[in-house]
């Protein structure tokens, strides 16, 4: 199944219209973005969630944030943070959770092996140091992708990623 196939099967799991689907996008330089408080990203999204009715412990908005704060961090510095190179931001919102798409123009990486390599890695921190020890965003990216999304996939190049967060809504 391919990068695009992924996506919309995601889309698909978290409920989404197949049309008018809500987004939240940002697109900027890498520059641009590291200029960014990463840990200011998040906050919007976290608003429209609030306000579509989701309900949620602070531990699982703590898990969304930290993961989408190191993905960005991850694409901007991947960019060397150049005026010339994009970083885009784009969050799904769908009945049952929200799926986050973050693409840069960077060379990638080989996920496959750094994925292989992090979960062979002894002595990971613990899910409540990655939450709540890790004050600057950084090097954990791919542990809490595994950790705390519900699904996740690379394209083959490594420059762009979709994540699942599965979330309930409040009943009304």
């Known amino acids: 199944m391919g990068f695009q196939e992924r996506l919309e099967e995601m889309l698909e799991k978290t409920g989404h219209a197949e049309d008018g689907r809500e987004i939240f996008r940002l697109r900027d330089t ?4 590291s200029t960014y ?3 200011k990203c998040f906050d919007p999204v976290l608003e429209k969630l609030f306000r579509k009715g989701f309900e949620f412990s602070e531990r699982r908005e703590q898990e969304m944030r930290i993961t989408c704060d190191e993905i960005l961090l991850n694409s901007y510095v991947a960019c060397e943070e150049r005026e010339d190179l994009f970083v885009e931001y784009i969050v799904y919102f769908g009945t049952k959770g929200i799926v ?13 092996q750094k994925l292989t390599d992090t979960r062979e890695k002894p002595n990971q921190p613990t899910d409540d140091t990655l939450l709540y020890v890790i004050d600057v965003p950084g090097n954990t990216g791919l542990l809490c992708l595994l950790r705390f999304t519900n699904d996740f996939e690379y394209n083959k190049k490594g420059n762009e990623v979709i ?6 809504m409040t009943a009304c």
Do not use: Q, S, T
Request: neutral net charge; proline residues 8%; glycine residues 8%.
């Open 37 to 39: 408080p990463v840990k």
């Open 30 to 33: 890498a520059y641009k973005w």
């Open 100 to 112: 986050v798409h973050v693409k840069d123009e960077g060379e990638g990486f080989d996920h496959k």
């Open 163 to 168: 994540m699942r967060f599965d979330l309930p």
